[in-house]
């Protein structure tokens, strides 16, 4: 394994910035970091085998790796492809972008569709605990069948499906228990059970595709739904006559929001009324991207529909948005540009998602013992390189190899 200590970079965690630090990283964790001044160089830079990366006085940035929980495809692969090589080029096209972490997103379809996924994902995930070249598949967001038609957005109704427990028992025993968040609409459910399925087998409830009514979401999280999926999209709205899901999910503490920061899915004037109300620890940029991320205009598909993509946006024929092609490159920058802080783009971007996987003690953030998942940044939140468990998976600079 590669060893580094990188002097001077500025550093970025949840709830602090470091101007002017030291990061040293050792067999995949990081195993110290700190202001620059109170390093003892001479006793670190001496060691053979540790490569010293001066970037004192280069205005470059180090964050921790982002985290996206809703892809479906990037670089013209989609999860649902249910190939080793589509899940190899999404992880190695999302290092670029300075994603460290995901969660492969699968869509509405045949149940033998998303077996065939699932079960993809167990074998490759099975393999890379023994490579690194990309981002880390950290498993499956189940995005589907259990949605509602009502609110379908660019899922198939033909293949929905009320919440069905021994359905996800069966899929999550398929997928070697990597489904880690479902999204579901509530009000299709028969009662709790499926919720409850859910939060023994360790998956995250998350509402979304949902047409429920106020009453119906506090019934859910008072159930144990946790999260709300891409908060405005496929969902019925704020009223105030009835809240809805989206204004449910304002008000609700319990619940934790994906956030789509694209400018496409909803106006961006709106995230400092979700700021105020959820506070950054109860919000995640995710991207919901698919296979046309990093590609560029033209025409592609997701779950076995025609997508036009032009610009930063993706719609089907009848103009209903389809994904998105948004990076979490992007998501940060914009981010910032919206007011916050450094160290809550972070939490934004890494620390919460963690936390909603359980990997809060491992994964999101710069800290002893965690796993070197680092993105270096230039001076316009650009990512200059990306590190998974302290490998090099990802360079725009050649003296990072050197």
Request: hydrophobic residues 40%; without cysteine.
């Given at each position: 394994?590669?060893?580094?200590l990188?002097?001077?970079?500025?550093?970025?965690?949840?709830g602090?910035?470091?101007?002017?630090?030291?990061?040293?990283?050792?067999d995949?964790?990081?195993?110290?970091?700190?202001?620059?001044?109170?390093l003892?160089t001479?006793?670190?830079?001496s060691?053979?085998?540790?490569?010293?990366?001066?970037?004192?006085?280069?205005?470059?940035?180090?964050?921790?790796?982002?985290?996206?929980?809703?892809?479906?495809?990037?670089?013209?692969?989609?999860?649902?492809?249910a190939?080793?090589?589509?899940?190899?080029?999404?992880?190695?096209g999302?290092a670029?972008?300075?994603?460290?972490?995901?969660?492969?997103?699968?869509?509405?379809?045949?149940?033998r569709?998303i077996?065939?996924?699932?079960?993809?994902?167990?074998?490759?995930?099975e393999?890379?605990k023994?490579?690194?070249?990309?981002?880390?598949?950290?498993?499956?967001?189940?995005?589907?069948?259990?949605?509602?038609?009502?609110?379908?957005?660019?899922?198939s109704?033909?293949?929905?499906l009320?919440?069905?427990?021994?359905?996800?028992?069966n899929?999550?025993?398929?997928?070697?228990?990597l489904?880690?968040?479902?999204?579901f609409?509530?009000?299709?459910?028969?009662?709790?059970?499926?919720?409850?399925?859910?939060?023994?087998?360790?998956?995250?409830?998350?509402?979304?595709?949902?047409?429920?009514?106020?009453?119906?979401?506090?019934?859910?999280?008072?159930?144990?739904?946790?999260?709300v999926?891409?908060?405005?999209?496929?969902?019925?709205?704020?009223?105030?006559?009835?809240?809805?899901v989206?204004?449910?999910?304002?008000?609700?503490d319990?619940?934790?929001?994906?956030?789509?920061?694209?400018?496409?899915?909803?106006?961006l004037?709106?995230?400092?009324?979700v700021?105020?109300?959820?506070?950054?620890?109860k919000?995640?940029?995710?991207?919901?991207?698919?296979?046309?991320?990093?590609l560029?205009?033209?025409?592609?598909?997701?779950?076995?529909?025609?997508?036009?993509?032009?610009?930063?946006?993706?719609?089907?024929?009848?103009?209903?948005?389809?994904?998105?092609?948004?990076?979490?490159?992007?998501?940060?920058?914009?981010?910032?540009?919206?007011?916050?802080?450094?160290?809550?783009?972070?939490?934004?971007t890494?620390?919460?998602?963690?936390?909603?996987?359980?990997?809060?003690?491992?994964?999101?953030?710069?800290?002893?013992?965690?796993?070197?998942?680092?993105?270096?940044?230039?001076?316009?939140?650009q990512v200059?390189?990306?590190?998974?468990?302290?490998?090099?998976?990802y360079?725009?600079?050649?003296?990072?190899?050197?």
């Open positions: 394994m590669s060893h580094y990188f002097l001077g970079p500025r550093l970025v965690r949840a602090e910035e470091i101007p002017e630090g030291y990061l040293l990283l050792e995949g964790e990081i195993r110290a970091f700190g202001p620059l001044d109170a003892r001479e006793r670190l830079v060691d053979s085998a540790r490569k010293v990366v001066d970037l004192r006085g280069s205005r470059l940035t180090v964050i921790p790796g982002m985290i996206d929980m809703h892809i479906h495809g990037a670089y013209g692969a989609d999860v649902m492809d190939t080793p090589e589509a899940l190899r080029v999404i992880a190695e999302l670029k972008d300075g994603t460290t972490g995901f969660l492969a997103t699968t869509m509405t379809a045949p149940p569709d077996e065939a996924a699932l079960k993809n994902v167990r074998d490759v995930h393999h890379a023994s490579a690194t070249f990309g981002a880390t598949l950290l498993g499956v967001h189940l995005e589907g069948p259990f949605l509602s038609p009502e609110r379908a957005g660019a899922q109704k033909a293949y929905m009320p919440p069905d427990s021994a359905l996800i028992l899929w999550q025993h398929l997928s070697g228990g489904i880690r968040q479902v999204t609409a509530p009000e299709r459910a028969a009662d709790d059970a499926f919720i409850k399925t859910l939060l023994n087998l360790g998956i995250v409830p998350s509402i979304g595709h949902s047409d429920a009514h106020h009453a119906e979401v506090v019934s859910a999280v008072r159930a144990g739904a946790r999260q999926t891409h908060l405005f999209n496929g969902m019925r709205p704020l009223h105030h006559r009835d809240p809805g989206a204004g449910t999910a304002l008000i609700e319990d619940l934790t929001v994906e956030l789509i920061l694209d400018g496409v899915h909803w106006d004037s709106l995230f400092k009324l700021y105020r109300q959820k506070g950054i620890d919000m995640l940029a995710i991207t919901d991207a698919m296979r046309a991320r990093g560029g205009d033209g025409t592609y598909t997701l779950g076995g529909e025609i997508v036009h993509v032009e610009g930063k946006r993706a719609t089907l024929g009848d103009g209903t948005l389809a994904g998105s092609v948004l990076s979490m490159q992007e998501a940060f920058q914009n981010a910032y540009r919206l007011g916050l802080p450094l160290s809550d783009v972070v939490r934004l890494s620390t919460n998602a963690a936390r909603q996987l359980g990997l809060s003690r491992k994964k999101g953030d710069i800290a002893v013992g965690y796993d070197a998942d680092i993105v270096l940044l230039d001076g316009d939140y200059v390189a990306t590190l998974v468990r302290g490998e090099v998976v360079s725009a600079v050649g003296w990072l190899h050197g």
